[in-house]
T-cell receptor
Framework: GENVEQHPSTLSVQEGDSAVIKCTYS??????FPWYKQELGKGPQLIID?????GEKKDQRIAVTLNKTAKHFSLHITETQPEDSAVYFC????????????FGTGTRLLVSP | NAGVTQTPKFQVLKTGQSMTLQCAQD?????MSWYRQDPGMGLRLIHY???????DQGEVPNGYNVSRSTTEDFPLRLLSAAPSQTSVYFC????????????FGQGTRLTVV
């Protein structure tokens, strides 16, 4: 089955810096790659996603890139703000049947003012 | 919109007790699922349902039961609680499809003593 690895486990940056979180997946059949942000005491919330027919997607300060050949995808946050501090999860899902998401282990991002 | 509602928010059980975690969604989503979140392990799928009357096992189903009698509700039953089931539990729902957004509830923090 699918296996998703995520790095780093913790990331500390200064406000205004960029942050990059990287994930690799094992199943070449996976075709949907969402990123979730989880704030303290809350459930994960989708912030951006990418499908396997696209190499890059941007939404304001957030971008995701996908390299299907190398089976890795990354989340890029530019001009970080203290409110970006949270735990971020990547996930991958195959192209058949139920939406069975496989999650990475999470990255705790701390943005210092 | 209420979205995905989980109750209770916190629960302490004694070893051997049983209980039901409730999950309800008001978005008419076909798919519903239960995950558990443990430190350093991301979110792992317990059970899922692709529609009323249809359920299946995920990655870590042992010790848990589910049923789906209506589209809206997807309760998770702990049959005989064990300390290893101490975790944060999340319910999620989505429309059917291979790339639809999963919406998560706020979570239930369960402690088994």
């Amino acid at each position: 089955g699918e296996n998703v690895e995520q790095h780093p486990s913790t990331l500390s940056v200064q406000e205004g810096d960029s942050a990059v979180i990287k994930c690799t997946y094992s199943d070449s059949a996976s075709n949907y790659f969402p990123w979730y942000k989880q704030e303290l005491g809350k459930g994960p919330q989708l912030i951006i996603d990418i499908r396997s027919n696209v190499g890059e997607k941007k939404d304001q300060r957030i971008a995701v890139t996908l390299n299907k050949t190398a089976k890795h995808f990354s989340l890029h946050i530019t001009e970080t703000q203290p409110e970006d501090s949270a735990v971020y999860f990547c996930a991958a899902r195959g192209n058949t049947g139920f939406q069975k998401l496989v999650f990475g282990t999470g990255t705790r991002l701390l943005v210092s003012p | 919109n209420a979205g995905v509602t989980q109750t209770p928010k916190f629960q302490v059980l004694k070893t051997g007790q049983s209980m039901t975690l409730q999950c309800a969604q008001d978005m008419n989503h076909e798919y519903m699922s239960w995950y558990r979140q443990d430190p350093g392990m991301g979110l792992r799928l317990i059970h899922y349902s692709v529609g009323a009357g249809i359920t299946d096992q995920g990655e870590v189903p042992n010790g848990y039961n589910v049923s789906r009698s209506t589209t809206e509700d997807f309760p998770l039953r702990l049959l005989s609680a064990a300390p290893s089931q101490t975790s944060v539990y999340f319910c999620a729902s989505s429309y059917a499809g291979t790339d639809t957004e999963a919406f998560f509830g706020q979570g239930t923090r369960l402690t088994v003593v």
